[in-house]
């Protein structure tokens, strides 16, 4: 089961994907009133891209999901064989570290899809407004 390091290597790849495709969302910039003040506009995010980022990494974290859930049962069986099989010699455990930054890294996409789903669903609000 070479597979589970492949879905980390496509997730990440999809994540930066997604860090790209956010960094072309528009800035802070100023202009001219009707009365020839300055005043700072922030323009709205295009939706299409917004929408291909959710989906980018909505897939990047199941694919990180999939990943850490079979890397933890694995790991946990091993730790169980292993003592079964010393017959209470040999007693081992699961990397506390290593499930922790596995688990972090999803709850970290989590968030990012989670934030994504709240500025398309913001973005829709402003349109209907204006």
């Keep these: 089961m070479i597979v589970f390091p492949y879905l980390i290597i496509i997730a990440i790849i999809f994540a930066f994907l997604c860090v790209l495709l956010l960094a072309t969302f528009p800035s802070w910039y100023e202009e001219e009133d009707s009365e020839g003040s300055e005043r700072?506009?922030?323009a709205?995010?295009?939706?299409?891209?917004?929408?291909?980022?959710?989906?980018?990494?909505?897939i990047s974290s199941i694919f990180i999901l999939v990943s850490v859930l079979w890397q933890h049962t694995a790991s946990v069986a091993a730790s169980v064989i292993a003592q079964d099989f010393g017959n209470g010699v040999v007693k081992s455990g699961v990397g506390t570290s290593a499930m922790v930054l596995?688990?972090?890294s999803f709850a970290l996409l989590i968030i990012v899809t989670i934030g994504l789903i709240v500025t398309i669903l913001t973005i829709s609000v402003v349109h209907q407004l204006v």
């Design 40 to 42: 700072v506009v922030r």
């Design 44 to 58: 709205i995010p295009s939706r299409a891209v917004s929408q291909v980022s959710l989906a980018i990494i909505f």
């Design 102 to 104: 596995g688990w972090f």
